[in-house]
């Protein structure tokens, strides 16, 4: 029996959440008043999670690395939020969500989680349009909806390609509404450094005031993580630069179990890497594979001539280019999951078929859709027999109206234009599904301790779908927390204020100063980024879009090798007393040195492919399927929630089985 | 290409700074300009001298914490985009690029190229939200149609990133086109008309106790702005407070 207790409440899947919330205890508003939460990360998950807490009543401290909350990285995602609204009478519910998000992540999530999920998700748009966030919409006046890869309806709710910061904005509006009222405190340029435990409860963190350098101790009767995730761990990613596993890690440290950490996703359509002095790689959406055509060219001499300048990928016919993604998967073409669109990308790649320089590229074509769409705009404005001319400039115009900012984002970036010539894209680093293991509660293993959002572990398995990302974060923070910590916390109504001048805040104060001496007493052989990169180039090549058990053993050796020399070796310039960017990158990069580590071992571990996580071992030898990932249920079906016990290496595995009873296990297909 | 920096640095707010040279080669084309910056600080680093301090984060445009003050304009001198879309294409070999903090008695300097933009925090503490709980008992999001021209419009205005370019190219250090971006996006929506007159004037009211300066309509903000926020949105912010001060 495992030690992990999930908490799924009882009665049929469509019920659980509903009776889960008759029987939890409240707490009055009075009590409400004496008591104090406190949340790390000011995203989607966490500023709507501090919002909401505020408006209920608790005393909410929010904390974030960046000068505002609405700085988080959840502001950069672009393509829009899935809700089960079936506004489009498309055969959508909150069933079919469920059922694709359970799907899409390979089977590898918790089905009472994910329904909740699918079940709130309608509710997130009522809120976020009463809070005014500008979503697109139809002449009618209603709200437009388009479609995310992986699924057969159109749900998806967009801004844009801005919906992640319209979104953010909101809660961040909510925020300020509450800073504004004194419920919310709000700590922006403050780094939570370590968590701190009394009698075994989450009671509050120690963070650094990233301005004066000044260590500071923070208590609360509970505390959220919302930090985000860990992609960053391989240098390069669609990441911002500041994003971190500082905060997860530290609670991990502290006794939070870790949970599948080698579920990460690899976008499929991201701008190529352009150099060694690249410091981060660009998204461009999974919306544009609504429009965009994925190919490489057929022939190897055509492409050795594009490499060399010699071709034009517009003067390639029709029959000389290669759909791959609509050769192999005719019943989702481009829109497959991106796990799928990835790996095969990487697989006409390596195939030689890459057509950059780097031979790490392949196109996502407009064309076609310019010419749909300059058609129907010139039937809708009463031109007939338009000219070509006509046909292409009003096509390019409804492009323009539906993706300009990512077209301009990708032409100041490249210096090409997207219009006239396909995009050139290939796969990176954009999302961890791994996490701090939570239970239904979003509690992990220590009491008091929340995390929510990318944070966390529970909703999306294996692989996350499009568009899922910004659904889960409101929704834990806004429907989902609110709740749970409540029931948490009715036992703290007489606890009254937890003192910071406890033995226990001591400890933590000093085993936060004396590893910050210890990142500045280095001999100063190499920067912080000479490892991060490192660390980065290890995780890729070996850890990255195909693994297998040789090299993730020697990734496990080679970074265990990597974090002793960045011990002894770093230089971090400055002092510890002021701003110092270097200090903190350098704290960031130690834990991800020992997060590294953990990745590859549970990688190691899972010896099947699941969603992102592709074992070269575990592949499809016959019929239709060939050459496709292949899962082990009998094996595998489980969560690999690791309990930190010093070294990564010595890192103690905790299985949660993974029981389905509203979803037969099938082979996920997409052909 | 090789080039020669004028870097701003200053080592805390209390501090006096100063330009320092710094000459920079092996910079190419295609490295964003904050790139180019990573290879000065990794050299800066090596040869044992403290990095200079910037604000990034997303490095594609949209977080908003990027500024600088490139060669006297914000975010450099390409259209539209922020400094860290910016690209070293735009320069040629032998420049010499004067790189400065974000200027405005409202934007103190923290570090180096580092400003404090929290006056723009209070501005929208002050009435930058409806007012509506997030309890997820709102009415069906399709209640409320909306004309899509309206909700375009209020879109383009939420588009602010709120990075402070429009204050910093301002002579007179003004925030409005930052406060009428807010203003307008919820000016143009029915939700947020019940708070329009308190949201007007408490938002006015912060932005000149932070010490901005008056709009003269000089355009410059319009220009610089690297998401595009059109001047109507003051022209809107104007009307709206006309409309307010007399109904208080």
């Known amino acids: 029996m495992s030690i992990l207790d999930s908490k799924i409440p009882e009665g049929p899947l469509a019920d659980k959440w509903t009776n889960y919330k008759n029987k939890i205890n409240l707490v009055n508003p009075a009590n409400k008043r004496n008591i104090d939460v406190i949340v790390v990360g000011t995203g989607l998950a966490g500023g709507s999670a501090a919002a909401t807490l505020a408006e209920l009543g608790y005393n909410v401290k929010t904390f974030c690395y960046q000068d505002s909350p609405r700085r988080a990285h959840s502001i950069a995602a672009q393509g829009g939020i899935n809700a089960a609204k079936n506004y489009q009478g498309d055969g959508d519910s909150d069933y079919r969500l469920f059922y694709d998000t359970v799907k899409g992540g390979d089977y590898r999530s918790r089905e009472a989680n994910v329904y909740r999920l699918a079940e709130v998700s309608g509710n997130i748009i009522d809120q976020c349009v009463a809070q005014g966030v500008p979503f697109a919409r139809e002449y009618g006046g209603l709200l437009d909806n388009r479609s995310f890869g992986g699924v057969l309806v159109s749900r998806t709710f967009y801004a844009k390609g801005q919906t992640g910061q319209q979104l953010l904005l909101g809660a961040y509006s909510a925020m300020n509404r509450q800073i504004n009222r004194g419920k919310i405190q709000a700590f922006n340029r403050h780094e939570m450094l370590d968590l701190v435990k009394i009698d075994g409860k989450a009671r509050g963190i120690i963070a650094r005031n990233l301005v004066t350098g000044e260590i500071e101790r923070h208590s609360a009767h509970a505390v959220v993580l919302a930090s985000g995730g860990y992609g960053n761990v391989f240098f390069l990613s669609t990441n911002a630069m500041g994003s971190n596993v500082m905060a997860a890690w530290r609670a991990h440290r502290r006794g939070a179990f870790f949970a599948n950490p080698c579920y990460t996703q690899i976008h499929p359509t991201c701008i190529p890497v352009s150099g060694d002095h690249q410091s981060k790689l660009t998204l461009m959406s999974e919306s544009l594979r609504n429009d965009g055509r994925i190919w490489v060219p057929k022939r190897k001499e055509d492409v050795e001539a594009i490499r060399e300048g010699k071709l034009k990928p517009t003067q390639l016919s029709e029959e000389e280019r290669d759909y791959y993604l609509e050769r192999r998967y005719p019943a989702f073409g481009n829109l497959v999951p991106r796990d799928v669109a990835s790996r095969a990308a990487k697989e006409r790649c390596d195939a030689g078929f890459g057509v950059n320089k780097t031979g790490e590229a392949v196109y996502l074509d407009f064309a076609s859709a310019i010419q749909r769409y300059g058609k129907e705009k010139a039937l809708t404005s009463g031109i007939h027999n338009p000219s070509k001319e006509e046909i292409t400039k009003m096509g390019e115009e409804v492009i323009e109206s539906k993706y300009g900012n990512l077209f301009q984002m990708y032409e100041k970036i490249v210096d090409e234009n997207p219009y006239k010539s396909p995009m050139m894209i290939y796969p990176a680093v954009h999302y961890t599904m791994g996490g701090l293991w939570v239970d239904y509660n979003l509690q992990t293993t220590i009491p008091g301790c929340y995390a929510a959002g990318e944070a966390n572990f529970s909703d999306h398995g294996a692989n996350r779908l499009g568009a899922s990302a910004l659904m889960q974060g409101l929704a834990d923070g806004y429907f989902v927390l609110p709740y749970t910590i409540g029931d948490y916390l009715s036992q703290d109504i007489r606890t009254g204020k937890i003192p910071t001048d406890t033995p226990e805040f001591d400890q933590a104060e000093k085993e936060v100063k004396d590893r910050i001496e210890k990142l500045m007493a280095g001999s100063g052989e190499h920067s912080v980024d000479y490892y991060h990169k490192k660390l980065g180039k290890i995780m890729w090549n070996k850890c990255g879009m195909s693994r297998n058990e040789k090299e993730l053993k020697e990734a496990i050796e080679e970074i265990a090798v990597l974090r002793e020399d960045f011990w002894k070796n770093v230089k971090v310039p400055g002092t510890i007393n002021s701003m110092n960017p270097e200090l903190e990158k350098a704290g960031r990069v130690a834990d991800f040195l020992e997060l590294g580590e953990l990745f590859a071992k549970d990688a190691l571990n899972r010896n099947e492919s699941c969603g992102g996580h592709f074992r070269e071992e575990s592949v499809e030898q016959s019929g239709e399927q060939k050459g496709e990932a292949l899962r082990d249920d009998k094996n595998f079906k489980y969560v690999a929630a690791w309990e930190y016990k010093g070294e990564p290496k010595d890192a103690q595995l905790h299985k949660e089985d993974l029981v389905f009873e509203n979803i037969e296990l099938k082979t996920r297909s997409y052909k | ?248």
């Open chain 2, 1 to 248: 290409m090789n080039l020669t920096l004028k870097i701003w640095r200053q080592s805390d707010a209390n501090s006096k700074g100063k330009l320092v040279d710094y000459k920079i080669s092996g910079i190419e084309g295609d490295m964003s300009f904050l790139e180019m910056l990573d290879v000065l600080n990794e050299d800066l680093i090596n040869k044992g001298e403290e990095p200079v301090v910037f604000d990034h984060d997303c490095r594609e445009g949209i977080c908003g914490a990027c500024s600088l003050q490139i060669n006297g304009e914000p975010h450099g001198p390409d259209r539209l985009i922020t400094t860290c879309q910016l690209h070293m294409r735009k320069f040629n070999d032998g420049d010499t690029i004067y790189i400065e903090p974000f200027r405005a008695k409202a934007f103190p300097v923290v570090k180096d190229l580092m400003v404090d933009r929290s006056s723009f925090e209070r501005i929208q503490q002050a009435g930058g939200y409806i007012s509506v709980n997030t309890s997820g008992n709102t009415q069906d999001a399709n209640a409320i149609p909306i004309r899509k021209e309206d909700a375009d419009e209020a879109m383009d205005a939420a588009t602010c990133i709120g990075c402070g370019a429009c204050v910093a190219a301002c002579k007179n250090a003004s925030a409005m086109l930052f406060t009428s971006a807010k203003v307008s996006q919820f000016a143009l929506l029915p939700q947020g008309q019940v708070e329009a007159t308190e949201r007007v004037l408490a938002m006015v009211n912060q932005m000149d106790e932070e010490g901005f300066g008056n709009c003269t309509n000089t355009g410059a903000c319009e220009i610089e702005c690297p998401k595009g926020i059109s001047l109507e949105n003051i022209a809107r912010m104007n009307r709206e407070y006309l409309k307010a001060s007399m109904k208080g």
